[in-house]
T-cell receptor, first 115, second 115 residues
Framework: KAGVTQTPRYLIKTRGQQVTLSCSPI?????VSWYQQTPGQGLQFLFEYFSETQRNKGNFPGRFSGRQFSNSRSEMNVSTLELGDSALYLCASSLEGTGRGETQYFGPGTRLLVL | AQSVTQPDIHITVSEGASLELRCNYSYGATPYLFWYVQSPGQGLQLLLK??????LVQGIKGFEAEFKRSQSSFNLRKPSVHWSDAAEYFC?????????????FGTGTLLAVQP
């Protein structure tokens, strides 16, 4: 089975621009979560999508949004980019996203640099 | 609020030596516990997880972890470290009975292996 894939792997943007990142989960996985990883804040949960609906949300401003398509692929969008948004954005998928025994599988991440 | 503490930011061990990485969590009940490893430029790979039952958990790559309720700890161990184990290690928790798709991560421990 193919793992979680994320595109693009690297991205450079300037302040004020917006960006869209894409994540394709493992086949059959319906839950997709997004995390932001920075040296200062570490790994922080952004949001989780299941069946095209946002089911959980972390403590991030409204500039961060996402969506999920019927094939479970997910995108996250960051509008009005700030320098502090420079980070590695990780996507993770799991079967249902709840309950015992489930494991989240992570993609390689998209490294975003905001200049 | 739930939190995870990894007190060691950086650890250096000699190849062949034993390893123990510390993890303490703050949560009222027994949470789900995970250890992930991240190699440079890569996403996170699950090493092992604890949900319930036997408090000594075996994982991949020869790692094991022991859950100690009295100490709120979930330390990761390996009897003999290989140079390929050099990476960053993250402990994570999810509330018991809750979603495992919104993990709370520790700040990570960077492991260096000396020849």
């Amino acid at each position: 089975k193919a793992g979680v894939t994320q595109t693009p792997r690297y991205l450079i943007k300037t302040r004020g621009q917006q960006v869209t990142l894409s994540c394709s989960p493992i086949s059959g996985h319906r839950s997709v979560s997004w995390y932001q990883q920075t040296p200062g804040q570490g790994l922080q949960f952004l949001f989780e999508y299941f069946s095209e609906t946002q089911r959980n949300k972390g403590n991030f401003p409204g500039r961060f949004s996402g969506r999920q398509f019927s094939n479970s692929r997910s995108e996250m969008n960051v509008s009005t980019l700030e320098l502090g948004d420079s980070a590695l954005y990780l996507c993770a998928s799991s079967l249902e996203g709840t309950g015992r025994g489930e494991t989240q599988y992570f993609g390689p991440g998209t490294r975003l640099l905001v200049l | 609020a739930q939190s995870v503490t990894q007190p060691d930011i950086h650890i250096t061990v000699s190849e062949g030596a034993s390893l123990e990485l510390r993890c303490n969590y703050s949560y009222g009940a027994t949470p789900y516990l995970f250890w992930y490893v991240q190699s440079p430029g890569q996403g996170l790979q699950l090493l092992l997880k604890y949900f319930s039952g036997d408090t000594l958990v075996q994982g991949i790559k020869g790692f094991e972890a022991e859950f100690k309720r009295s100490q709120s700890s979930f330390n990761l161990r390996k009897p003999s470290v290989h140079w390929s184990d050099a990476a960053e290690y993250f402990c994570a928790v999810a509330p018991y009975g809750g979603a495992t798709n919104k993990l709370i991560f520790g700040t990570g421990t960077l492991l260096a292996v000396q020849p």
